[in-house]
């Protein structure tokens, strides 16, 4: 039995995912697991690019990145379903936190969208691509 399914989400498509997110929570509901959703904001880090910003604009990032993602699990599942998940918003690279994610909570599945692919990325979009060719855990890629 599933524990746990991740859902990952681009919090900056608007609704786009909103598919995504409800075709997590079917099979997570099959399943009778748990479902988290995360989304990754990008991490400006120690770079120089960082000195660039308020001292506090990651921390303001994070609270309206929750805000969002809240906000998108009512919109497409309901105010009740969004109680039962486990929402994460994480900072760094999409691909490598989405795997540290699932590992971090016992994932079994992993749902993730592929968007608006171009000619090199025809087939997966780069950061589901790289999902699917690292993790561990099954992937389902939702078009």
Same mark, same amino acid.
């Given at each position: +039995?599933? =524990?746990?399914?991740?859902?990952?989400?681009?919090?900056?498509?608007?609704?786009?995912?909103? %598919?995504?997110?409800?075709?997590?929570?079917?099979?997570?509901? +099959?399943?009778?697991?748990?479902?988290?959703?995360?989304? $990754?904001? %990008?991490?400006?880090?120690?770079?120089?690019?960082?000195?660039?910003?308020?001292?506090?604009?990651?921390?303001?990032?994070?609270?309206?990145?929750?805000?969002?993602?809240?906000?998108?699990?009512?919109?497409?599942?309901?105010?009740? &379903?969004?109680?039962?998940? =486990?929402? $994460?918003?994480?900072?760094?690279?999409? !691909?490598?936190?989405?795997?540290?994610?699932?590992?971090?909570?016992?994932?079994?599945?992993?749902?993730?969208?592929?968007?608006? %692919?171009?000619?090199?990325? !025809?087939?997966?979009? %780069?950061?589901?691509? &790289?999902?699917? =060719?690292?993790?561990? $855990?099954?992937? !389902?890629?939702? &078009?």
């Amino acid at each position: +039995m599933t =524990r746990s399914v991740l859902c990952a989400v681009d919090i900056s498509n608007g609704e786009i995912d909103a %598919p995504v997110l409800q075709k997590a929570a079917a099979l997570a509901d +099959m399943e009778g697991a748990q479902l988290d959703v995360v989304t $990754v904001l %990008p991490d400006f880090g120690e770079s120089w690019v960082s000195g660039f910003f308020e001292s506090d604009f990651h921390d303001k990032a994070l609270e309206e990145a929750q805000v969002k993602l809240t906000a998108l699990c009512v919109s497409a599942l309901g105010a009740e &379903r969004n109680e039962t998940i =486990r929402h $994460v918003v994480a900072t760094g690279t999409a !691909y490598q936190e989405i795997l540290k994610t699932a590992e971090s909570a016992g994932s079994d599945l992993i749902v993730i969208g592929a968007h608006k %692919p171009d000619f090199k990325d !025809y087939l997966l979009g %780069p950061n589901a691509a &790289r999902v699917v =060719r690292h993790s561990n $855990v099954s992937v !389902y890629v939702v &078009r």
